[in-house]
């Protein structure tokens, strides 16, 4: 998957997490995660840029997504304190630093499984699972999910600061 399909599907994962937040009181932080999980959206695509390591290899593996979760769960104890931003009380800040980088990069996994080429989410056990539904480089599909990754991280945002029933 391209670049904007890959980042609508960030903003479809994000848009209940977002509404969750934005409706407890927490916007600045609600800003702080979609900001950073659509950043590193294309984080597992360093793998071109790597030399030495096969595209859709190490970097798009639940194992890399583990790891990305770690470093985010110790950034998040090392600034989670020192943060300006109201952030939920009855959340543990490195649990959900984990969660943000797991699910960032399996956010972007999502998106290369629907593709021939698939995921191998298990490296280094060889074996890709694919469900075939596009091509990497297709229009309509990189339009459509921006779209409506657009559309739904709005729409939660909206709904949010209306207040509407739950
Ligand atoms: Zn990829």
Do not use: C, E, Q
């Not at 304190?81 to 009380?89: D, H, I, K, R, T």
């Not at 629907?114 to 074996?127: D, E, S």
């Amino acid at each position: 998957m391209y670049k904007r399909g890959h980042l609508g599907i960030a903003m479809l994962t994000l848009a209940p997490i977002t509404f969750r937040l934005v409706t407890a009181g927490y916007p600045a932080f609600a800003a702080l995660v979609a900001g950073t999980v659509l950043y590193l959206s294309m984080l597992p695509d360093v793998d071109h840029r790597l030399p030495l390591v096969s595209h859709r290899g190490p970097t798009h593996s639940l194992l890399f997504a583990a790891v990305v979760g770690g470093v985010f769960a110790g950034a998040a104890s090392l600034v989670g304190p020192a943060l300006s931003v109201p952030v939920p009380g009855d959340v543990s800040m490195v649990a959900f630093g984990f969660l943000l980088g797991f699910g960032t990069v399996v956010a972007h996994l999502l998106g290369d499984v629907i593709t021939p080429m698939g995921v191998n989410f298990l490296w280094p056990y060889p074996k890709r699972w694919s469900l075939s539904i596009t091509p990497a480089d297709s229009a309509p599909w990189n339009w459509g999910l921006f779209a409506l990754g657009v559309f739904a991280l709005a729409g939660a945002v909206v709904l949010a600061v209306r207040g509407a029933p739950i």
